[in-house]
């Protein structure tokens, strides 16, 4: 396995946990009801996002930096994986569009503390997808003998 | 269809055996990407294969053939 390869792996499995974590806190605290009303519980959502991106950018950079380790082979891979990024993001947000656009036809207008949910959202499946995507070029490489 | 050859195994062997690692080191790659170039799972830039040539000392189509 390839040092990127790896590290794809690992990254997947920590935002797996903390998609979890972002998850359950949510739902255990209260859900979107006290989220628009509790100035802490929205303190507490914004470190675990913040913290988890963090991470995600470290995951990364540290090894794309290595030059033992990160070589114009990996440098494709994780360009490639953009376009799953890219996809994944645009359904994402298809999804939000769609049932939100449903959900509150009747009302004319949106909560805004979808806002949040949303970006947020977005932002953790911008990250589980680029690890998938540069597992899926590995694989693919791999494949393509 | 044309295909890019390498023999990448053959120079390895000729030169004592050197190892994947060492020949990673010398072309400044991973030992993961020189794994995919000798089977022939990945074409290595311009610039990769004139390093993995020098690693050899040997001109660039002694290392690949175009078929």
């Known amino acids: ?145 | 269809m044309p295909k890019i050859q390498n023999r990448i195994r053959r120079l390895r062997f000729n030169r004592d055996e050197m190892t994947q690692q060492e020949l990673a080191e010398k072309a400044g790659c991973t030992r993961q990407t020189i794994i995919a170039v000798e089977q022939g799972k990945y074409v290595p830039s311009l610039e990769l294969s004139f390093k993995i040539a020098r690693a050899f000392n040997v001109p660039l189509e002694e290392v690949f053939q175009y078929e």
Not at chain 1, 115 to 125: D, E, G, P
């Open chain 1, 1 to 145: 396995m390839a040092p990127l390869q790896k590290r794809s792996l690992l990254a997947l499995f920590l935002e797996v946990i903390w998609a979890l974590a972002i998850i359950v806190v949510f739902i255990s605290q209260g859900g979107a009801a006290k989220f628009n009303t509790d100035a802490s519980f929205r303190l507490i959502m914004d470190g675990l996002w913040v913290g988890g991106l963090i991470l995600y950018w470290w995951l990364f950079s540290s090894i794309e930096r290595r030059l033992d380790q990160f070589d114009e082979r990996d440098k494709i891979i994780l360009e490639k994986s953009l376009k799953v990024q890219w996809m994944a993001v645009i359904l994402s947000l298809v999804a939000w569009v769609m049932g939100l656009s449903e959900h509150f036809h009747t009302e004319g207008q949106i909560p805004v503390i979808f806002l949040s949910l949303i970006f947020f959202s977005t932002l953790i499946v911008s990250t589980l997808a680029q690890s998938v995507g540069i597992l899926f070029g590995y694989w693919r490489m791999n494949r393509n003998a």
